[in-house]
């Protein structure tokens, strides 16, 4: 198992995806938890008090319903952020973490070619990401019958896919630059900040007429605009952040396999 690129990123991240899944899963439990509390009409007010401009920036549109609850808070913004701070976290580890600690050149001495063992890792990463998106489906699924909030089972599994798919962006881009540049921080500060920006795009070009176009060149965008929740899957937007994996995946591949690592 240990001489298998694939395997060996499980083995190597044991304790840091259980850590990361329980996380996760009790965030997600927490605010479906608080869902009957948005039928008070007190807390409803509250909400409604907001600028209209914030309450669509943070998807606060309709806590009243289900789909817009859900769409608001668990696939709205903290749980996706953590989502991708994790998928980035794991993208730094598909080489350059090895890389700079010097243990890259062991395990390329293995009978293996480059492009093969960057392809592993990066596929246990969107492994690990759909394990965490299957683990939140379960634990909103199970919780929101608990709490009487009565949510379709495919719209459901459409919005944790498509943030499977938000997060698998930012996960190969984060892999895509560490194996362009070999260094974590560099990756990981690209990574991330490309992710505020994207976010930031998507929240807030609406509110400005001459640059609302710019949304549509974020992810955010497609995981979001077609309200999953309430309308079911977007085929095309799920195609559209698929391509951008798969485009990230094949430069990073590239890259990596032509790049001298030991003058790193």
Known sequence: MLRNPFLKFFYDQRVSLLVWNIALVATSVMYVGFYPMMKDQQMASAINSYPEAVRDALGLQDLASPAGYLSGTVFGLV???????????????????????????????????????????????LCCLLDACALIFVAVLLTSRVVDMQIEVDRLAAACLLLVALAAVFAILAVAVSGVMGRRAVAGGVAGAIAVVAYLANSFAPQIPDIEGLRKISAFYYYSAGDPLSKGLDLGHLGILTAAVILLLVAGSYAFSRRDIASV
Request: hydrophobic share 55%.
């Open 79 to 125: 749980v996706p952020t953590l989502v991708i701070i994790f998928a980035v976290l794991l993208g730094l580890k598909v080489n350059a973490a090895d890389e700079e600690a010097g243990t890259l050149d062991l395990l390329m001495s293995y009978p293996i070619s480059r492009t093969s063992f960057y392809v592993q890792r990066a596929a246990a990463v």
